[in-house]
């Protein structure tokens, strides 16, 4: 390996300090006369002590050259490393780990002793070129078998690592010096130290070749190399030869050998996705390299991927913080992202709120998710200033290098429970006072007291800027790009391969070994206890009833004397019903789908549901789909199960329109399918989380507000619950917030309300006419209103999927039973799409029939505008009927 030695940073040419920064190691010469703290902060940096400095440090001057964050210290002789580490009353050598030190060997006499002798206490022994020359032929051969013998370094910091045996070539003409060494032995067992200002920028490719003892078994002396970039993500596996080697450096660019070429391939240079090099390493064996690089444009892969080895996107914390980079270039106007860049304080509450609830979390479940959100706002405060992800990673290696440790206590402001918790201690006295006051139990009163609250963030209207009230409009942002690219692979398989496709996702994802994949009717009754029965059918009456008034009859119009247009309906044929499985049993959702499907009229009704894990269908749902008259049952889930309703396989009959909500990848194989022109299907619309928004005025009952909240809370962890409270006093909010505590407590389904509530919000509002404005710009999937004279209010709603008036109307009914349907738009779909009604399963045709007066009236006008389109042949069909020629 190739060791530049500096002497002084300032003298060297740019091109030779950026391709030295390149290298994996650099060694700094330190004097008074020559500090600069900065260089510690790039990893590979050593630093050898000068003599005169040498003379006035002590062991705490050490470990501070050490906590600038260099790589390690270099001792000027053996004797100088013995005496401050190794005397008989330090403990240095204790603190300071040997893969930290290195020392150089000076002394003639017994030098061999002195190398076995270091070697035992430092990971870099060094000797100078004039020390080899006056010594046997077999010197170095022996002083590199010594260095072997001393065994690996220490592993007490799980870093491993071996001992390193360098050579300080003092001489002009150090490429010849090279040339002459590195046949010395027969493997690349040291490495060589040379003056920065003796390295040429032209031979500084064969130099680093050399020095590094690469050899290559194939023709051209190609060397295999790997190309990643800062985040140690594989881009790539190109070649690289002396040349390359020489130019990228010399570059600071990647530049690679085209083997196909034969010529130097300078990366990007037609494509724009140009890379800056930042390292390159050479592997234990001295036959492969890794360049280390920052990609610029689309990517690495002539596909316009970022790597060649599949995917577009970065994922994790390097894809987060390249999508913020790209975000602050060109954030979406109105996006979340760029208000936090243009709002430093809300950033900075937003950092304080996460780590909060980071620290509040308890589960590892909740603890990731919290983390995650931390993280997020904390790489959005770093790219606003400028610092990439890179700078926090090499602040992380520098810190990691530091020796001296601090004692870890926080400071005085978080260290005292009672000062951090002052205001948060207020609130929760508040909270333990209604809690006694509503007769909580005292599981919920030590759940608190230990600030495990299952509480709803809160804000005020009055103290909110507008930017920020149309933030708590937006909903989560999803990334469909990797649903996609999950679900994309499943739909093209159940195309290509039909039922076999369907049981080997089956098998893989449900766990299920399927005998059939479709069932067909007549089904057989399940055997279900009454109770269960009564209620499906009573829900079953109440929904057809409904369903069944949203049918109208033939719609006539004269729209002038002899033009008479009609509007009919038709039923859509064949309808595919996604009734979804997973954590919950759904015949309610057989029932909202197939109710409307066969008053409709529809002549196959097709159900998609999971199967159980004998591979039997869900005796509730078996149950709705016989009430429905469902014509077959497609044993499967997911994506699997979207994609046979909609190309068909060999038993499962395709359908004209898929219907039913699922989670994101039923979500997203329904849009595919409805792209897909070879399917020839349509959907529903599209889906997000369930949500519910609540008004609530001073009439309210605290209990019945919790209730509704929290039976939306339960459907899942990104569940969206929002509470308008009208001008309510804080004992009523106080109340609300108790009664969600307790009742959350009680439900089986508690650790997902323990994720969803905390990342719902209550928005206190002053008046009525706020609350309204917000919960039509919010577009609910469900809308309560517990109110006074709550149906007086329902004309006021613009947009939401189905209101619930009153106090005594809860979601639950039109859930289940009350005749409304519970498929209902999300995501704020409600101000342009209804839910699931009759007319979902029907299209309408119309009709025109004109008599001969009635086209002699209309004919001229249409005459006219065929001519302004210049569409002759529309305008001769009129012509020629009202020409009388052919009567």
């Known amino acids: 390996m190739l060791i530049p030695k500096v002497l002084d940073l300032n003298s060297l040419s740019p091109e030779i300090s950026r391709a030295i920064n390149c290298l994996p190691t650099r060694l700094f010469v330190s004097s008074p006369s020559n500090e600069d703290a900065g260089r510690g902060k790039q990893q590979g940096n050593w630093v050898i002590l000068a003599d ?60 061999l002793d002195q190398i076995k002798s270091s070697a035992q206490k430092a990971s870099l022994i060094i000797i100078p070129d004039t020390l080899i020359q006056t010594q046997a032929d077999n010197f170095l051969v022996e002083a590199v078998k010594l260095v072997n013998e001393a065994g690996l370094l220490d592993n007490k910091t799980n870093e491993g690592g071996s001992r390193r045996l360098a050579i300080e070539i003092t001489t002009p003409d150090v490429l010849k010096v090279v040339e002459q060494l590195a046949p010395k032995t027969t493997k690349a067992e040291f490495d060589f130290i040379v003056n920065a200002s003796s390295i040429s920028i032209d031979n500084i490719g064969e130099l680093f070749v050399k020095s590094s003892h690469l050899n290559s078994d194939r023709p051209g002396g190609l060397f295999t190399t790997v190309v990643c970039d800062q985040q140690n993500e594989c881009l790539g596996l190109v070649y690289s030869n002396t040349t390359s080697i020489g130019e990228s450096l010399k570059s600071g660019q990647g530049v690679y050998w085209s083997r196909k070429q034969q010529g130097l391939w300078r990366k990007g240079l037609t494509s724009g996705a140009t890379q800056t090099l930042y390292g390159v390493n050479v592997d234990c064996d001295s036959d492969a390299l890794k360049f280390v690089v920052e990609q610029h444009g689309v990517g690495f892969c002539h596909f316009n991927t970022r790597s060649c080895f599949g995917g577009q996107q970065r994922h994790g914390i390097s894809g987060l913080a390249r999508l913020l980079e790209s975000r602050k270039e060109s954030a979406p106007e109105g996006s979340y992202t760029q208000r936090l860049f243009n709002d430093p304080k809300l950033l900075k509450a937003k950092i304080m709120e996460e780590a909060e609830e980071l620290c509040e979390a308890t589960s590892g479940e909740e603890v990731a998710w919290e983390a995650a959100d931390l993280l997020y706002f904390a790489l959005t405060k770093c790219v606003a200033s400028g610092v990439r992800l890179s700078d926090i990673e090499s602040n992380l290696d520098r810190k990691h290098r530091k020796i001296s440790r601090r004692p870890g206590n926080a400071k005085p402001k978080w260290e005292s429970q009672q000062q951090n918790g002052r205001e948060n201690g207020a609130k929760r006295l508040k909270v333990e006072e209604e809690i006694v006051r509503t007769s909580i139990t005292s599981d919920s009163i030590k759940a608190a007291k230990e600030g495990e609250i299952i509480r709803m963030r809160s804000y005020d209207t009055q103290e909110l800027s507008e930017t920020e009230k149309n933030a708590l409009l937006q909903r989560p942002i999803i990334d469909s790009s990797e649903i996609i690219s999950r679900v994309t692979p499943i739909v093209n398989a159940v195309r290509k391969e039909g039922d076999k496709a369907i049981r080997e996702f089956t098998t893989k994802f449900d766990n299920v070994q399927l005998n059939e994949v479709v069932i067909r009717a007549p089904f057989q009754v399940p055997d279900l206890p009454e109770k269960v029965k009564a209620a499906i059918d009573q829900a079953y009456n109440n929904i057809k009833k409904f369903h069944e008034a949203q049918l109208s009859d033939t719609l006539t119009v004269e729209t002038m004397p002899g033009v008479k247009c009609t509007r009919f309906s038709r039923p859509i044929e064949r309808v595919g019903l996604y009734v979804p499985g997973g954590t919950a049993v759904l015949p309610s959702t057989a029932l909202m789908l197939g109710v409307p499907a066969q008053v409709a009229g529809c002549r196959e009704i097709v159900i998609a549901t999971p199967p159980r894990k004998d591979g039997s269908v869900v005796p509730e749902v078996l149950y709705a789909a016989v009430k429905v008259g469902a014509t077959a049952i497609i044993l499967a889930g997911g994506a699997q199960a979207v994609a046979s309703m909609a190309y068909g396989t060999e038993t499962v009959p395709k359908v004209d329109k898929i219907c039913g909500p699922g989670n994101q990848y039923v979500t997203a194989a329904k849009m595919l399918a409805q792209n897909d022109t070879a399917a020839m299907v349509s959907i529903d619309m599209p889906a997000g989380p369930s949500e519910v928004l609540v008004i609530a005025d001073s009439t309210c009952i605290p209990a019945f507000v919790a209730s509704d909240l ?78 006074d004279n709550a149906e007086n209010y329902v004309p006021r709603v613009d947009n939401a999927g189905s209101v619930f008036v009153g106090h005594y109307s809860p979601e639950s009914c039109g859930d289940y039973a009350s005749g409304t349907n ?20 029907l299209k309408h045709i119309t009709s025109q029939q004109l008599t001969r007066d009635g086209l002699k009236d209309l004919g001229p006008t249409v005459m006219t505008l065929a001519e302004v389109e210049e569409l002759e042949a529309h305008r001769n069909a009129v012509a020629i009927r009202l020409s009388g020629q052919y009567d």
């Not at 508690?750 to 919010?778: G, H, M």
Request: hydrophobic content about 40%; aromatic content about 8%; overall charge negative.
């Open 52 to 111: 005169e400095e040498f003379s006035s440090i002590d062991i705490d001057g050490l470990i501070s050259i050490l906590d600038q964050g260099y790589e390690g210290v270099i001792f000027p002789n053996t004797k100088a490393l013995e005496s401050t580490l190794f005397s008989d009353s330090s403990t240095a050598s204790s603190v300071i780990p040997q893969s930290r030190l290195g020392v150089v060997v000076t002394t003639e006499d017994d030098s």
């Open 710 to 787: 929290l039976s939306q809370a339960e459907h899942g962890p990104d569940s969206q619950v929002v509470l308008l409270a009208i001008d309510l006093s804080d004992e009523k909010l106080a109340q609300i917030e108790a009664q969600i505590h307790e009742q959350a407590l009680r439900l089986p389904r508690v650790d997902i309300v323990r994720q969803s509530i905390p990342k719902s919000y209550c928005l206190k509002v002053s008046s009525i006419d706020e609350a309204f404005e917000f919960s039509n710009a919010y577009a609910p999937e469900h809308l309560i209103l517990h109110m």
């Open 822 to 841: 519970h498929t209902l738009p999300t995501y704020g779909f409600a101000r342009m799409y209804s839910g699931v009604n009759t007319g979902t399963f």
